[in-house]
């Protein structure tokens, strides 16, 4: 029996998502929420960057994702507004990191 596009696209989008995208997903929800809360200008390149790098990291790891489902289902999971800011704290790392290297290969080129 052959597969089709459809078929293979519903297997795609139907797999469980495992522990690394989960964590992708909690830190694109939580870039989300700061955004949303963010008063102060000067956090905003860095707020929508590490938004942007999480969606990157998503769109390979899950490709066909429904990203407003999921981040809902995290936004109303028990306990959120407690672990935002955890995961928050968790994330930034990651994405300040990214940022130094690329900034050391701009400076090396």
Do not use: H
């Not at 522990?19 to 694109?28: A, F, G, I, K, N």
């Amino acid at each position: 029996m052959a597969i089709s596009p459809l078929m293979l696209a519903m297997a795609v989008v139907a797999a469980p998502i495992g522990p690394e995208l989960e964590s992708d997903l909690r830190c694109l929800a939580t870039f989300s929420v700061m955004a949303g809360m963010n008063k102060d200008p000067a956090n905003d390149t860095i707020l929508a960057l590490g938004g942007y790098y999480y969606v990157g990291k998503i769109e390979v790891r899950g490709p066909g994702i429904d990203l407003g489902k999921e981040l809902n289902r995290i936004w109303s999971s028990s306990g959120y507004d407690k672990q935002y800011r955890a995961d928050f704290d968790r994330c930034i790392v990651e994405v300040q990191s990214w940022g130094k290297k690329l900034i050391k290969i701009g400076e090396s080129g």
